[in-house]
């Protein structure tokens, strides 16, 4: 892998180097010199649905606010992404578009900070694009959808610019807005109507890649979806929707699944139906026609109240998820990636280590818990062996409280396990699949956060400047995360370009199989274990292996 040449090549356009060069600065031996720079002049492409001016920023060319599907406002406000009618003339796509409405406090928490920032309107669905160039050089294309609980996060945040996949990788780089929160998640079951109005728009999304990405000098046969938490999880919906790919071929080539939260139950019809009204009893209407005239600043602000309704102790509050509507998606997500198109693409997944530190850590609620409510909350797990699950989790952490083994026990629930369960059934089907853990823990808060959800994200993207204002980040040793940081976004990329995350400076990753179960751990000393979950996937099934 380390001597495939589409990794040492010197970018078009001045960019940067790429896979081992970017990791060693040489090139055929010797030091990399700067390209003289020129004043480049705008970009522009000419695409069916209109002409675009882009523009020129550090060596790649950037489209943004391009709009992939028709405003969901009025009598669209929940209805499935329709296409969009186009424009006259030349379009702007120099300025970010807004992002979907959400929730949102000057300064955000104590965690990430802020995950989507004004302005915000209806009129959302944009995608932007980074690219090396506007030519015909047929570049791999990457797609990331954002997570943030089903309720925050837009494309257009800075920490998930495409800029340094773009350039280090030369790769066309895609971030997608979609609807959220009650515009995109609520379901009504209007004459047998779909629901998952936030996945019509990523399957919008994803047509428009693939029907346009040639003019950005992207390979529309060469696509990589990945998403981080609930982002991670529209990949693997998105693996076997219908509208996504041609019959019989998957929609995309490669998966990146970051964090997918694969133990949510997704649910039922009637399910979110419930859902639904307890929404509309908040609000005070009494159908989804009486609701399409509230504003939606309005809507935003019961989701609090949502909170409060549909919260469980013990439990990562989400209230707002997909729903199996039997139009849209009627299998779990991780199913779509076991039969059918979806078994045929390459398949990276991983998770953090101490993920639901990020949602209890921090909590003095929850820091007060008992063992007997933990215990109570284990049983929901191991049944009647709640107490052998319990002490399993105290033993492996010397000195536990009740809240740690109840993050480890969510961590395990909603991300390891059911990853750890992909990868095993994947593996059995001689489907390929690379697996890792991020181990390197944050000093932020008095190291009470540890390797919680969503701190791969700067490392993944290697744009540490882009964090500024994300306090879980805070007393990283610089070394330390630089070098971890430009380890992974060259394994990621690697990925992207090859569909195999190996490279030059890092120990050998192998894939994961029913033999090694090999998972790259990921933290001040990068190393590949053998079953490294294993002791808890024989806690978790003692029936199995």
């Known amino acids: 892998m380390t001597d495939d040449p589409s990794r040492r090549k010197v970018l078009k356009n001045g960019g940067a180097l790429t896979g081992a060069a970017l990791l060693s600065g040489t090139v055929g031996g010797h030091a990399a010199q700067a390209a003289p720079r020129t004043t480049p002049s705008p970009p522009v492409v000419v695409l069916p649905s209109g002409r675009l001016l882009g523009s020129a920023e550090g060596g790649l060319a950037v489209f ?50 802020t995950h989507g920032s004004p302005p915000f309107d209806e009129d959302c669905l944009t995608l932007n694009v980074w690219t090396p160039g506007t030519d015909d050089a047929k570049r791999p294309v990457l797609v990331w959808i954002h997570g943030g609980g089903f309720i925050s996060g837009s494309g257009s945040m800075p920490n998930y610019s495409g800029e340094t996949f773009a350039r280090d990788g030369d790769l066309v780089v895609v971030t997608v807005n979609y609807r959220l929160g009650p515009l995109g998640y609520l379901y009504f079951g209007e004459d047998g109507a779909g629901g998952n109005f936030w996945l019509t728009d990523q399957l919008a999304a994803l047509r428009w890649v693939r029907q346009n990405i040639a003019s950005f000098g992207g390979d529309p046969d060469d696509i990589t979806l990945a998403g981080q938490s609930g982002g991670a999880l529209s990949v693997a919906a998105l693996a076997g929707a219908r509208a996504a790919g041609r019959p019989g071929r998957p929609p995309f080539r490669r998966a990146i699944l970051q964090s997918p939260p694969l133990g949510l139950k997704i649910p ?60 849209t998606l009627d299998r779990d997500p991780a199913e779509l990636l076991l039969g059918g198109a979806g078994a045929d693409i390459d398949v990276l997944i991983g998770w953090t280590r ?145 569909g195999d995350p190996n490279h030059g400076a890092m120990p050998r990753w192998g894939r994961y199989d029913q033999d090694s179960r090999t998972t790259m751990a990921l933290d001040s000393v990068t190393s590949a274990v053998g079953d490294l979950a294993g002791h808890w996937r024989r806690l978790h099934h003692p029936e199995g292996r």
């Open 64 to 113: 943004k606010g391009v709009p992939y599907a028709a405003p969901p406002v009025g009598a669209l406000r929940w209805r499935a992404a329709r296409p969009h009618p186009g424009w006259q003339g030349t379009r702007d796509a120099t300025a970010f578009g807004p992002s979907a409405p959400q929730p949102y406090r000057e300064g955000g928490d104590q965690v990430l900070g």
């Open 268 to 327: 039922t019809r009637a399910e979110s139906l419930e859902r639904t009204a307890a929404f509309l009893d908040i609000l005070g209407a009494a159908n989804v026609t009486e609701l399409r005239a509230v504003p939606w600043q309005r809507l935003i602000a019961a989701t609090f109240e949502m909170f409060g309704r549909t919260g469980r102790w013990g439990y990562w509050s989400t209230p707002f998820l997909p729903v199996l509507d039997g139009v």
């Open 354 to 498: 101490e993920e639901a530190n990020f949602a209890f850590g921090l909590s003095e609620p929850y820091a007060a818990a008992t063992r007997e409510q933990v215990v109570s909350r284990a049983r929901d797990t191991f049944g009647n062996r709640a107490e052998q699950g319990y002490t399993a989790y105290e033993e492996a952490r010397p000195g536990a409280r009740p809240v740690d083994v109840l993050m480890d026990l969510i961590t395990d629930d909603l991300f390891r396990m059911p990853a750890v369960e992909l990868a095993e059934r994947r593996a059995a089907r001689g489907r390929p699949v690379w697996a890792y853990q991020f181990n390197l823990p944050t000093p932020a808060h008095g190291g009470r956060l540890a390797a919680a959800h969503c701190l791969e994200l700067p490392f993944v993207f290697d744009n540490f400047d882009k964090w500024s204002q994300a306090p879980f980040l805070s007393g990283l040793n610089p070394r330390v995360r630089d070098g971890l940081a430009s380890t992974m976004h060259a394994a990621w990329i690697s990925f992207i370009r090859t």
